[in-house]
Antibody, heavy 121, light 110 residues
Framework: EVQLVESGGGLVQPGRSLRLSCAASGFIFDDCAMHWVRQVPGKGLEWVSS????????SYSDSVMGRFTISRDNAKNSLHLQMNSLRVEDTAFYYCAKDLFRTITMGVDHWGQGTLVTVSS | QSALTQPRSVSGSPGQSVTISCTGI?????????VSWYQQYPGKAPKLLIY???KRPSGVPDRFSGSKSGSTAFLTISGLQAEDEADYYCCSYAGRYTWMFGGGTKLTVL
């Protein structure tokens, strides 16, 4: 069974940093691109960042470019999102998600349950 | 990044068909091949219904189908059931290695 378990969310002040992690199991991790997608409670989905199976290519939304960094450790079946210079508008549930393919297609066939990041003073 | 536009809401009666549109799909060469659709219940993670415009993952009923015409993609749900009442999101390539979701459509089964 595919499992994606996020951790690292919480309450943080504006301008501070937070590192999210996602522990993956139940599939061949380095066969899949991975993503972070966020959602403000009661609002729509927002794509945040993606990484190919071998980390050769990463991409970011304009809203997080230069502040967030996605990375993966295929040896540890883990995905990370380093979030710096956090803003109030970054407050959301952050989902770790798995692509069907090694390249980024946004055919996301499995999602974690999400971890809540709250940016507030 | 331009926006993907979906109707805020659609409705239908059990047994009927409904179609949800998603306008603003990139027409860049190859980019329009990447359209996916998701179903989300309140408080739950999204579920993949359609990928690569028309493909269905295993386990998704064939009542769900995807198509595209020009810069608009469509999700059609046939034989509507009460359990189909949920939010639906499209997703597509937006250019410059970025992706975007539509604003979401709330489906009400009357």
């Amino acid at each position: 069974e595919v499992q994606l378990v996020e951790s690292g969310g919480g309450l943080v002040q504006p301008g501070r940093s937070l590192r999210l992690s996602c522990a993956a199991s139940g599939f061949i991790f380095d066969d899949c691109a991975m993503h972070w997608v966020r959602q403000v409670p009661g609002k729509g989905l927002e794509w945040v960042s993606s990484i190919t199976w071998n980390s050769a290519s990463t991409s970011y939304s304009d809203s997080v470019m230069g502040r967030f960094t996605i990375s993966r450790d295929n040896a540890k079946n883990s995905l990370h999102l380093q979030m710096n210079s956090l803003r109030v508008e970054d407050t959301a549930f952050y989902y770790c998600a798995k692509d069907l393919f090694r390249t980024i297609t946004m055919g996301v066939d499995h999602w974690g349950q999400g971890t809540l990041v709250t940016v507030s003073s | 990044q331009s926006a993907l536009t979906q109707p805020r809401s659609v409705s239908g009666s059990p047994g009927q068909s409904v179609t949800i549109s998603c306008t603003g799909i990139s027409t860049l060469l190859g980019a329009s091949d990447y359209v996916s659709w998701y179903q989300q219940y309140p408080g739950k993670a999204p579920k993949l219904l359609i990928y690569d415009v028309t493909k269905r993952p295993s386990g998704v009923p064939d009542r769900f189908s995807g198509s595209k015409s020009g810069s608009t993609a469509f999700l059609t749900i046939s034989g509507l059931q009460a359990e189909d009442e949920a939010d639906y999101y499209c997703c597509s390539y937006a250019g410059r290695y970025t992706w975007m979701f539509g604003g979401g459509t709330k489906l009400t089964v009357l």
